[in-house]
C-alpha cells in the first residue's frame, strides 16, 4: 500500500516536533510497543494533520491512535475531539481512541483493540 498524506498545516511541524519530546506517560508507553513494525505496520508520532497533531498515524492504513487524558473528559473537551476527528475522518482516516488510565493500566487490551483494527483495515 501507499502511503496517503492528509494536508497540513506547515507551521505545525515545529510543535509536532516539540510534542515529541514530551514525555506523557500513556504515550511513551504505548509508543514503545507499537513503534517500527511491531505491529505489521509504521506507526509515526505527534503527526500534523489538517490544522491537528494527531498521537499516532499509520500513513499505510490511514489509521489515527489517540489518547485521551482525564481533560478530554469534559463535555466541550469531547465536544471538540469529536469534531476534530470527524474533520479528519472527512479524509478517509479511521481513528481510534483510548482512555490514558487504560493505556497504563489495561495496555494488554488497548493493543488488542488496535490489532483488530490494524487486521480490519489491511484486508
Known amino acids: 500500500m501507499t502511503n496517503k498524506i492528509i494536508p497540513y498545516n506547515p507551521r505545525l511541524k515545529i510543535l509536532a516536533k516539540e ?7 500513556s504515550k511513551v508507553i504505548l509508543w514503545k510497543v507499537i513503534k517500527g513494525k511491531s505491529l505489521k505496520v509504521e506507526f509515526h508520532r505527534q503527526v500534523p494533520m489538517l490544522e491537528f497533531i ?7 492504513l490511514k489509521l489515527v491512535i489517540e489518547i485521551d487524558g482525564s481533560s478530554h473528559q469534559y463535555d466541550e473537551s469531547f ?10 475522518e472527512n479524509y ?6 483510548f ?25
Not at 465536544?79 to 479528519?88: G, N, Y
Not at 478517509?92 to 481512541?97: K, M, P, Q, S
Open 92 to 97: 478517509g482516516v479511521t481513528c481510534i481512541r
Open 54 to 60: 494527531v498521537d499516532f498515524y499509520c500513513h499505510e
Open 99 to 123: 482512555l490514558d488510565s487504560d493505556v497504563k493500566n489495561n495496555l494488554e487490551n488497548v493493543l488488542k483493540e488496535i490489532c483488530v483494527k490494524i487486521d480490519e483495515l489491511m484486508k
Open 19 to 25: 510534542l515529541r519530546k514530551q514525555r506523557i506517560l
Open 79 to 88: 465536544k471538540d475531539d469529536m469534531m476534530r476527528q470527524q474533520l479528519i
